[in-house]
C-alpha cells in the first residue's frame, strides 16, 4: 500500500473506533515515521500522537512493530524518515543521546541491568537530562524492595527487582516521556499491579508514559489510550473508557 493510501486506511480506521487523537500541541507527534533494520523495511509510515500526562498504549501482535517504534523514537534504530515531533522540537535527525536530552527516556524490555553494579550504582548510572527528575530517596519510597536490596549486585535480583529498577533509574533523569517496553513482561501478577499502581503514580506526578504492552489486560487498566499495530501500521485508536465495546475488535487484532 501506499504512504498516503496507508495514512487514508489509519484515518479512516481512526474513525470507525475514535479520532486518532488531537493533532496539534501534542507532547509526541509521530508522523509517516518509516523504519529499516539493514534492508529491512519494518515501519511503513506510523502515525500516533500523545498528549502531556498521558498514558498510552502500543498495541499488538508479536513482529507488529512495537518495539521497533520505540527504538525509532529513541534514535537507537538511526535509519528511520518522517517525523518525530517532541514539545515542539523535530527529533527525526538526531542521535539517541540528544534525544535523551531532550527528555525522552527509554526503558528496554531486555531492561539492562548491570550485574556487577549494586542497586544504588545501577540508579545512578543514568545521566540527569533535565531538572524535576527523582531523587533515589524519592524512587526508593516507590520501590521499597529495591530500598531494601540497595547493595545488592544486579546479578541477585529478582525479575521483577530489575524491572523495578530498571524503571527506578529513568526516573532520575527528569526525562518528562517515558518509553516502556513490555515492562510486565514474565512477571508475577503481584509485581505486575505493583507496576501498575508505580505507572498510576508517575501519571499523578505528571509524567507522560507511552507503553508497548503483550498484556492487554494490565495495558487496560493503567491506560487512557491504546494504539493497534499491525504490520508496522498504526490501524487504530481506542480510548480507555471505550475499551469494553471494542472488546471483539481488539481480541481480533491481538488475536487472543
Ligand atoms: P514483539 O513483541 O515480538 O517484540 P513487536 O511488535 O515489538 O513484537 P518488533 O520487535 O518491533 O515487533 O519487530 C518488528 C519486525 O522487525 C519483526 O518482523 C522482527 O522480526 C523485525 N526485527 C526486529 N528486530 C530486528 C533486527 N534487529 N534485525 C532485523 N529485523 C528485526
Do not use: W
Not at 529491512?40 to 502500543?58: A, K, N, P
Not at 534504530?77 to 540528544?98: M, P, V, Y
Amino acid at each position: 500500500m501506499s504512504v498516503p493510501a496507508m495514512r487514508e486506511a489509519t484515518a479512516s480506521a481512526g474513525q470507525a473506533g475514535a479520532s486518532t487523537g488531537p493533532a496539534t500541541q501534542a507532547l509526541l507527534s509521530v508522523q509517516g515515521l518509516q523504519a529499516f533494520y539493514g534492508e529491512s523495511h519494518i515501519l511503513h509510515g506510523v502515525d500516533f500522537q500523545v498528549e502531556r500526562g498521558e498514558v498510552v498504549t502500543l498495541l499488538g501482535r508479536n513482529g507488529a512493530g512495537k518495539t521497533t517504534t520505540l527504538k525509532s523514537i529513541m534514535g537507537i534504530l538511526a535509519k528511520r524518515t518522517g517525523s518525530i515531533r517532541f514539545a515542539g522540537e523535530e527529533l527525526i535527525a538526531l542521535r539517541s543521546n540528544q534525544v535523551a536530552q531532550n527528555g525522552i527516556a527509554y526503558c528496554p524490555e531486555e531492561r539492562g541491568i548491570f550485574a556487577s553494579l549494586n542497586v544504588e550504582e545501577n540508579l545512578l548510572l543514568p545521566p540527569v537530562v533535565k531538572p524535576g527528575g527523582m531523587t533515589v530517596d524519592e524512587i526508593f519510597r516507590l520501590f521499597p524492595n529495591l530500598a531494601e536490596r540497595r547493595y545488592s549486585q544486579g546479578t541477585k535480583l529478582s525479575g521483577g527487582e530489575q524491572q523495578m529498577l530498571a524503571i527506578g533509574r529513568i526516573l532520575r533523569t527528569g526525562a518528562s516521556l517515558l518509553l516502556l517496553d513490555e515492562p510486565t513482561e514474565g512477571l508475577a501478577p503481584v509485581i505486575v499491579q505493583k507496576i501498575g499502581e508505580v505507572i498510576r503514580q508517575l501519571k499523578a506526578r505528571g509524567l507522560t508514559v507511552l507503553l508497548v504492552e503483550q498484556n492487554f489486560r494490565f495495558a487496560a487498566t493503567v491506560a487512557d489510550r491504546h494504539y493497534v499495530m499491525e504490520d508496522g501500521r498504526v490501524v487504530d485508536m481506542v480510548h480507555g473508557h471505550a475499551v469494553e465495546a471494542n472488546l471483539e475488535k481488539l481480541h481480533d487484532y491481538l488475536g487472543i
